[in-house]
């Protein structure tokens, strides 16, 4: 911290937990508690049960889940590919070629989502490439939308990484695809995973561009919240919100114990 006294630093925490609290962790707290709810017509419930949480985890929103955990693992493999290659493209171009492809990668993120959704589906609605329909628009448009995020943050990792280690390698007579696969992208696995797992927890909670694409037979999770909560069955929403959110995290603490073995390799 920054502050050193005693007094300072308990009035930090206090500032912080005045904020945090009502700001980010009383939102979800009504959500956890609403999903065991069988009524709540006053400040709190007036009855509980976890009923709500059978029909989270099965038919159709169980159905739903996978086909979230299938499309944010597709899209953010995707995206780690496609991104990382433009960021080690990037980092071998001048500064205005690199601040060039800086702007085509964070596009996608500059607009509304709902933009990016419509022009994915004008785009891929005829021949020659008619996807349309089909679970691949969806993937296709979250690949698009998370990418900049895997870009931006390999990119950063490259701005760091100490050029010495490549030279050492190169003096030595590595070829540089060698010094690429054993060198380079070795010493940015740490931020690979944390883009990675990114790109997964922003995909599992992508609505607005999934709405405009997705086919009856390809239903992510969150636009199986908004259509239980819009038919009226709060409770049951709320439930199902809490299974995404449960699942994001546990694929994010995964992910988080990867990242912390390869920060020591």
């Not at 976890?50 to 159905?63: E, M």
């Not at 991104?83 to 990037?90: C, D, E, I, R, V």
């Not at 071998?92 to 933009?115: Q, T, Y």
């Not at 049951?236 to 912390?260: D, Y």
Request: aromatic share 10%; proline share 6%; with cysteine.
């Amino acid at each position: 911290m920054l502050v050193h006294s005693k007094s300072g630093k308990w009035a930090t925490w206090v500032v912080f937990f005045i904020l945090f609290v009502p700001l980010f962790a009383l939102p979800l707290l009504v959500i956890v508690v609403a999903s065991f709810a069988t009524s709540w017509s006053s400040a709190f419930p007036t009855g509980f049960t976890g009923g709500h949480y059978q029909a989270a985890t099965s038919g159709a929103s169980l159905q739903a889940l996978t086909t979230s955990l299938i499309t944010a693992v597709s899209a953010s493999l995707l995206a780690l590919l496609i991104g990382t290659w433009a960021a080690l493209a990037a980092a071998a171009l001048k500064k205005g070629g690199r601040r060039v492809l800086d702007g085509l990668f964070m596009l996608p993120v500059a607009v509304p989502s709902v933009v990016v959704g419509l022009a994915v589906l004008v785009a891929f609605s005829q021949p020659p490439v008619l996807l349309n329909g089909t679970r691949w628009i969806v993937i296709l448009a979250h690949t698009i939308l998370v990418t900049a995020f895997a870009y931006q943050s390999v990119s950063a990792a490259i701005v760091r990484l100490d050029p010495a280690y490549e030279q050492a390698a190169a003096s030595l007579g590595a070829r540089p695809s060698y010094v690429l696969w054993k060198v380079k992208l070795p010493l940015l696995l740490p931020s690979l995973n944390a883009a990675a797992g990114l790109c997964f927890a922003l995909s599992m909670g992508e609505l607005s561009a999934t709405m405009m694409l997705y086919p009856p037979d390809w239903l992510p999770l969150p636009v199986q919240i908004y259509a239980t909560t819009d038919r009226g069955s709060l409770f049951t929403g709320s439930a199902i919100s809490v299974v995404l959110m449960a699942t994001t995290l546990l694929v994010l603490l995964l992910v988080s114990r990867i990242r912390t073995k390869a920060s020591y390799r």
